[in-house]
T-cell receptor, first 112, second 115 residues
């Protein structure tokens, strides 16, 4: 079993839809959870960052972490064509210089 | 604030040739990372530097890959000799310091094709 599992999609939705992106993980030591957005031919950029469990909201984006189920989600409300990108989940344990472990990424297309 | 710079953006080589990539991190960032992103995969950490010292190179194929950050600023990643399976995007990232709660800023990457 891979440490981080993410459905690669692709996922295609109409403009204005609510998008749900998910990752599961196996390492119970993970405490930091991130979502990165990667446009084609660009490097990833940090979108959302959550420590431990709970929800975090930033504009149209909401990140959820359920540590009991080892499951994290990113919701995008009122999706826009500019949201079309690959979304990567990433996570890390709390201590020391533990590296980020990325999921494969989910490719999202928002159709106008 | 200038971002992470990488060059070249694209490189095509034949197998068994050597290649080098260059990275200039964000000014003042002590920690520098090199990642390999194979098509359809997430980035995988190859090596992490804190200033000019190596923090983690456990996933670096040391028989063919090498990296240095001599003055604690710029870094180069070298592959010698290249194999077909090295075809990937090589991403450089930097952060103010190490630790999971420090945001990593990524460069645009170097896309390597090995024929």
């Amino acid at each position: 079993q891979k440490e981080v599992e993410q459905d690669p999609g692709p996922l295609s939705v109409p403009e204005g839809a609510i998008v749900s992106l998910n990752c599961t993980y196996s390492n119970s030591a993970f405490q930091y959870f991130m979502w990165y957005r990667q446009y084609s031919r660009k490097g990833p950029e940090l979108l959302m960052y959550t420590y431990s469990s709970g929800n975090k909201e930033d504009g149209r984006f909401t990140a959820q972490v359920d540590k009991s189920s080892k499951y994290i989600s990113l919701f995008i409300r009122d999706s826009q064509p500019s949201d079309s990108a690959t979304y990567l989940c990433a996570m890390s344990a709390m201590t020391g210089n533990t590296p980020l472990v990325f999921g494969k990424g989910t490719r999202l297309s928002v159709i106008a | 604030e200038a971002g992470v710079a990488q060059s070249p953006r694209y490189k095509i080589i034949e197998k068994r040739q050597s290649v080098a990539f260059w990275c200039n991190p964000i000014s003042g960032h002590a920690t520098l990372y090199w990642y390999q992103q194979i098509l359809g995969q997430g980035p995988k950490l190859l090596i992490q530097f804190q200033n000019n010292g190596v923090v983690d190179d456990s996933q670096l194929p040391k028989d063919r890959f090498s990296a240095e950050r001599l003055k604690g600023v710029d870094s180069t990643l070298k592959i010698q000799p290249a194999k077909l399976e090295d075809s990937a995007v090589y991403l450089c990232a930097s952060s103010l310091t190490s630790g999971a709660d420090n945001e990593q800023f990524f460069g645009p990457g170097t896309r390597l094709t090995v024929l």
